[in-house]
């Protein structure tokens, strides 16, 4: 008998530690899953809330405590053998209950402002593009409108002889005002009008650089147009859209760049009172050091990451001149703007285009997909006819498409129900592979509202 008691024990004891882990494991995965079912459908919501016009409000789980009691017991019955009965049987039991706590708190305060009302900034843009999303979607959805410069002015400036590139990029006063283009010598020659008035009165205190700068961005400004992802603005909207598919179309042959700008600068010091080896222990580290003996001077000089470009060619082609035009164009750049630069000579050159595309908060996002369901549809628009071929012509007409229905649609699991309607992420037709990388976007740009995301000096070759 004590040897039977001391078997249903350990038994009863195993019993119990193999529901541990099977319990802990499942619960896991169903809060894991709990979660995500939430936050798609709070996403849908304020889609639906958008479309009305009411006020987006978000929740987050900040935490989840859960606290399991698992039992066992054991015991012994007389067994059912009739007159024998002198056998005993053994009687197993176990149990496990569970006590969830959650933690839910609202967006709001400043939370609200840095989440949803910020725009998005290009690192995180380049985040996700190392991730393979295609451009064309990305752009899309995160993309206000762009500024595109003028490619007859931009091509003026290339294509003057070298002397007269570089006196405007030394800040001669000209103005493109007219050109005239004739056949000399094997090569054509460009006459530009020159502007005698300086815009600048003498008590201004600009540096020469400063100047420089100044008037550049003033005649670059001059021959720049801005076109806006917005189905209502029919101009912009579908240049808008043919840029972003010219670029997806290069992205689809992998010749796609994007990466910061690097830039060298440099200072000069003079060597008096300074002790050399004091110097170069505090700043061999992070700065090259050389040292001219004739005019007793330390010349420091380091190289810094600007911002990013997306290109048709691998920028560490460019020299000198190229990086100082290119660093005039985007400079005072702005932490939610990216640049894009597509040359001839390369995948994409037939149509050479250069500009800076300006990004929106996730509040504009859900608003963009919100009008898009009623006010302001979107429609099908060619690609240009300079672009290369896409892709499997991938060119869906709508950035994320919906549903919205009174009944549940067969196919369809990502859903929320709002305004007495069902809205749902279309999965029943031939875009459902775009609509689900779509919704997995919005998704993931939501939990990149948590965070900053610091820049990265590391090369990518974007590719979907």
């Not at 009302?117 to 380049?126: R, V, W």
């Amino acid at each position: 008998m004590m040897m039977r008691a001391v078997f249903v024990a350990v038994v009863a004891i195993t019993l119990s530690g193999c529901l541990s882990p099977v319990a802990l494991n499942r619960a896991v995965e169903l809060y894991d899953q709990a979660t995500i079912r939430s936050e798609s459908r709070q996403l849908l919501v304020n889609i639906a809330r958008a479309q009305h016009h009411e006020p987006i409000h978000f929740t987050r789980v900040s935490s989840i405590a859960a606290t399991f009691n698992f039992s066992a017991n054991a015991g012994v019955t007389p067994a059912l053998t009739g007159e024998s009965g002198g056998l005993l049987a053994p009687v197993f039991g176990a149990g496990v209950s569970e006590n969830p706590t959650f933690s839910i708190d609202p967006i709001a305060g400043d939370e609200f402002t840095r989440r949803l009302l910020t725009p998005f900034s290009q690192h995180k843009l380049m985040l996700l593009l190392r991730q393979h999303y295609d451009i064309d979607l990305m752009l899309r959805m995160l993309a206000q409108e762009v500024h595109l410069d003028d490619s007859e002015s931009h091509h003026a400036i290339q294509n003057t002889s070298a002397t007269d590139r570089q006196g405007y990029q030394h800040g001669l006063h000209r103005n493109v005002k007219k050109v005239a283009a004739s056949e000399g010598q094997g090569k054509k020659e460009i006459k530009i009008d020159q502007v005698a008035t300086d815009p600048f009165p003498p008590d201004f205190q600009l540096t020469r650089e400063q100047k420089r700068r100044m008037r550049y961005r003033q005649h670059v400004h001059q021959h720049r147009a801005t076109y806006l992802n917005n189905p209502s603005d029919r101009a912009g909207y579908e240049m808008f859209r043919r840029i972003v598919l010219h670029l997806s179309a290069i992205q689809d042959q992998k010749k796609l760049y994007a990466e910061p700008l690097i830039y060298e600068r440099s200072w000069e010091i003079t060597d008096g009172g300074i002790s050399a080896e004091g110097l170069f222990q505090a700043i061999e580290k992070d700065f090259d050091v050389n040292y001219d003996r004739v005019k007793s001077i330390y010349t420091l000089s380091k190289q810094l990451p600007g911002p990013i470009l997306i290109t048709n060619y691998n920028p560490n082609i460019l020299c000198c001149e190229e990086r100082a035009e290119l660093d005039d164009l985007i400079n005072p750049w702005i932490e939610n703007d990216v640049a894009f630069d597509i040359r001839p000579g390369y995948p994409g050159g037939e149509w050479p285009i250069r500009g800076t595309f300006r990004l929106r908060s996730f509040h504009t996002i859900l608003n963009f997909l919100s009008h898009a369901l009623g006010e302001e549809r979107e429609y099908y628009v060619e690609k240009d006819a300079r672009t290369p071929p896409i892709l499997g012509n991938e060119n869906p007409v709508q950035t994320m498409g919906l549903i919205v229905a009174d009944k549940l649609p067969e196919g369809v699991n990502i859903y929320a129900q709002s305004h007495g309607k069902y809205y749902a992420v279309d999965t029943t037709g031939a875009d459902t592979h775009w609509n689900r990388n779509a919704f997995q976007l919005l998704y993931v740009l939501f939990r990149l509202t948590v965070t900053d995301t610091k820049p990265s000096g590391v090369p990518i070759t974007i590719s979907k």
